[in-house]
């Protein structure tokens, strides 16, 4: 039997490799010099294998086939695209067939690939996580450019199913690692959309044809981009994102829908798909939570029993999603870095002591070394607000209908300190 040892959600940009930062000062700074913790946090948890999920930026998926998920299972390849690493990545096969059985043996007919093409959604992020460790990796590229999407419920189901393959398997101490970013704007990549440009829409759809020139228009497109001061993003939605998975409480989250979550996020905001997965991997969630039927929970900060959330709708005391301001940054790459904690010790009934029993969003620029998932978030925009005090996690205990003996299980995770 394998155990999931912890979760890693980070953003990956074009510009972390293309047009690297300077400085820590600098736009994007401060989150690869983030990074480097979060590797440290991944030395400490000694895993030995790594899932990575991922989207593709049509590299090796178009719209002449687009499958919802893909999953490597025999050779992968860098593509090297936006000065990211080429070549052949390391997988490990035996874990990636044993995660295809158990996929498919709980319905989901995902598409596998023995010669898998992979670009910056899975190796930036495979790279600052392993820090130079030849760790063995399972890719698995999920669809979160190319209308229609999978469901994020579905990706939320996908996860668990994931999670339970994963601990079936005979692969040691597995990390999860999910490559997406947050809130921000790009262009359509809808072909149906009259908008997008003649020559874009072939490329979508006839870019495998020749997909070195079509990578290669594209990076000049993107190129431009770098350091427009009016790139949106939309930092109070990310906290908001990071809290809902902090809560153990995906929801809200999933209920938005693809309009409303592009409205307040962007289209580029459909890469928490990957979050989604990796949450649903570690988490061990509840039948209940993946149907769409929340349980009666304990509020804790108010002391009454709410019931299943209404889409859209935020508790007292926290800014309305409505009202949340896209706030322009220089580099899309400035956001945040999340790491499911292994907890330092088991305070039950004791929060917001060592062991980790709470979390404060506004407390940028940590991070933790992780196993236990109950998903410590931390962030890396130097200005993220929370209206409302930290919350407290409303571990598995705090989920009525979810056996005594799950918990019991997630207790007897490995334990790690804190990291820098």
Not at 2 to 8: A, H, N, P, Y
Not at 123 to 136: C, E, F, I, K, T
Request: net charge neutral; proline share 9%.
């Amino acid at each position: 039997m394998s155990e999931i040892v912890g979760l890693v959600g980070m953003s990956h940009s074009p510009f972390a490799t293309m047009l690297p930062p300077p400085g820590p000062a600098a736009p994007g700074g401060r989150f690869l010099a983030d990074t480097a913790r979060v590797a440290a946090a991944v030395r400490a948890l000694s895993p030995d294998a790594v899932v990575v999920i991922g989207p593709d930026h049509f590299h090796a998926n178009f719209y002449d086939a687009m499958p919802p998920f893909t999953l490597g299972v025999a050779e992968a390849e860098g593509f090297g695209d936006f000065g990211s690493r080429s070549g052949p990545l390391p997988v490990a096969a035996d874990l990636a067939w044993a995660v295809r059985d158990g996929l498919a043996a709980d319905g989901f007919d995902i598409a596998l690939s023995y010669a898998l093409t992979v670009d910056h959604g899975i190796v930036q992020s495979y790279d600052m996580v392993r820090g130079g460790a030849d760790l063995p990796l399972v890719p698995l590229v999920v669809n979160t450019a190319a209308p229609p999407l999978p469901s994020m419920r579905r990706c939320l189901s996908l996860g668990r199913s994931l999670g339970a393959a994963v601990r079936a398997a005979d692969a040691g101490r597995v990390l999860v690692v999910a490559s997406g970013g947050l809130s921000h704007w790009l262009p359509s990549n809808d072909p149906r959309d009259a908008a997008v440009p003649a020559d874009r829409r072939a490329s979508m759809i006839h870019g495998r044809r020749d997909v070195r020139t079509a990578s290669a228009a594209r990076e000049s497109r993107v190129r431009d981009l770098g350091g427009n001061p009016d790139a949106p993003v939309n930092p109070s939605w990310d906290a908001w994102f990071l809290k809902q998975l902090v809560a153990a409480d995906p929801d809200p989250v999933t209920e938005l829908g693809d309009a409303l979550l592009e409205e307040r996020a962007g289209s580029g905001g459909h890469e928490i798909r990957t979050w989604l997965i990796g949450f649903g991997a570690a988490a061990r969630l509840p039948e209940s939570a993946l149907a769409g039927r929340q349980p009666q929970r304990p509020d804790l900060r108010h002391r009454q029993v709410r019931q299943r959330t209404v889409p859209g709708r935020v508790e007292a005391g926290e800014a309305r999603l409505q009202d949340l301001q896209r706030v322009p940054v220089r580099h899309q790459q400035d956001v945040a870095v999340a790491v499911a904690p292994l907890q330092a010790g088991h305070q039950r009934g004791r929060p917001g002591e060592d062991g980790g029993r709470r979390l404060d969003p506004r407390a940028a620029g940590r991070a933790v070394a992780v196993g236990r998932p109950d998903l410590g978030v931390t962030g890396s925009r130097a200005a993220v607000e929370v209206a409302e005090e930290p919350l407290p996690q409303r571990g598995l205990e705090l989920h009525r209908d979810r056996p005594q003996a799950v918990a019991d299980d997630l207790r007897r995770l490995p334990r790690a300190g804190e990291v820098g």
